[in-house]
């Protein structure tokens, strides 16, 4: 079963993943954002809030986004010069 | 019928972000094209270098190839920094450019996740609003993070949105410093700088704005333009006025900030100082720190440094000294004819 994974935390990255049936979005969460909090991230399943025992289907797409990320000048300035 | 106007309002929209996307693609494509370049000139710089190289170490030139060494040590520093921005380019996720639906549905979402999506198709504009941030019991209002869909294709250039304090509460000593990490409107993407510009190329519009709010609801104190603790602005110390970054004197010798009114500086030694930690040279009357200040030896009045002769006398002392000295050279000689 394949599903659509967008990680906005780090690098934005968006990948199609292997994931075995009958995984929920919580064993999914803890699987591919270990060691972070649930409730420090927005989590969408097909643009929608889902409870933690939903079940993925194939085809789903899933956002996990963070509530919380650091802002500084330095990168910003590094790209644009 | 107001459902129907509001789609057909959508659909116009998705129709304008979808030709910003293409351009931006375009504009990818040809940035590519002008990092390739570069890299491929620092390539062919290494070849170069290691011809010369060779050669300096065949013929035993070991101080020319010591040099080259050198520059090669030089250069592999650009060199990483190459690779990475290229590597940072050429990295494509698998997910497929959007269509018109992929972005109908992204600003259906946003309208879902935000309340309302602000469209202003004079300006090219959309816009959302965020709640009331507050950071470290500081209230800095409201915000609003509008994208100009025109200034999409200049990603690589310049930031494509601005995010408008709406009940400013700027930083004392600065009124474009609305956010620790805004300032004249752009937002210091720190951490969040490659996400946001992976969802702004893959048209993921909700997520971009997600990503913005964010960082506006973190604070990182090591990066901010102007800490929250220094966000009322400084208070000099003397008279409790509110002084900017720029007009904040430092007293040296007390260790505290100060207003320009409130400091000066040693016209001996020129080291800054507060009013309190100078005082005025009875003779030249200029102000002068505690360490440039001396006594007088004889009248034990305070002078600066400069005013002083070797002997630790001031001007009048060392005129009344000679006199006297004089006077009695004087009547020694009366004396002494008598």
Avoid at chain 1, 27 to 47: A, P, T
Avoid at chain 1, 68 to 73: E, P, V
Avoid at chain 2, 8 to 28: F, H, V, Y
Avoid at chain 2, 29 to 44: A, G, H, P, R, S
Wanted: proline share 2%; charged share 30%; net charge negative.
């Amino acid at each position: 079963m394949q599903i659509l994974f967008i990680n906005n935390s780090g690098g934005g990255f968006a990948n199609h993943l292997d994931i075995a049936e009958g995984t929920t979005i919580e064993q999914f969460f803890k699987i591919k954002m270990s060691g972070q909090n649930e409730e420090d991230n927005l989590i969408r399943v097909n643009r929608m809030p889902v409870s933690k025992d939903y079940v993925l289907q194939d085809g789903d797409r899933v956002t996990i986004t963070p509530t919380k990320i650091d802002g500084a000048r330095s990168a910003v300035l590094e790209q644009i010069a | 019928m107001k459902k129907r106007k509001k789609q057909r309002k959508l659909i116009r929209l998705s129709n304008l972000l979808l030709d910003s996307l293409k351009k931006l693609n375009g504009s990818r494509l040809k940035q590519i094209q002008t990092v390739m370049d570069e890299f491929n000139e620092k390539c062919l710089e290494t070849i170069k270098d290691k011809h010369l190289f060779d050669t300096a170490v065949e013929k035993n030139w070991l101080i020319g190839a010591e040099s080259i060494r050198s520059r090669i040590e030089r250069n592999l520093n650009d060199f990483s920094q190459h690779l990475q921005r290229f590597k940072e380019l050429i990295n494509s996720d698998e997910a497929v450019t959007p269509n018109l639906i992929d972005i109908f549905k992204e600003l259906l979402q946003i309208e879902q996740e935000f309340g309302k999506l602000n469209i202003n198709f004079k300006e090219k504009t959309i816009s959302v609003m965020t709640e009331d941030i507050v950071l470290d019991d500081t209230s800095l209002g409201p915000f609003e993070i509008r994208l100009f869909i025109n200034q999409l294709a200049k990603l690589y250039e310049d930031s494509p949105y601005r995010v408008i304090a709406i009940e400013s509460n700027p930083a004392g000593n600065n009124s474009e410093v609305t956010h620790p990490h805004v300032s004249g409107e752009r937002l210091c993407e720190g951490d969040g700088h490659v996400a946001i510009r992976a969802a702004l190329e893959q048209g993921r519009f909700n997520d971009f704005f997600m990503l913005i709010i964010s960082i506006l609801r973190t604070y990182n104190p090591d990066s901010a333009y102007i800490s929250l603790e220094d966000w009322e602005g400084r208070g000099c110390y003397d008279c409790g006025d509110t002084i900017s970054q720029d007009e904040c004197y430092y007293c040296e010798k007390c260790d505290r900030e100060f207003c320009p009114q409130c400091s000066t500086y040693c016209r001996v030694c020129e080291t800054t100082v507060c009013l309190g930690c100078s005082s005025e040279c009875q003779e030249c009357h200029e102000p002068v720190c505690v360490d440039c200040m001396n006594t007088c030896v004889d009248c034990e009045e305070k002078y600066c440094k400069n005013c002083l002769n070797e002997e630790g006398l001031c001007k009048n002392c060392e005129l009344e000294r000679k006199e006297n000295e004089n006077e009695e050279l004087h009547s020694e000689k009366a004396d002494a004819e008598v």
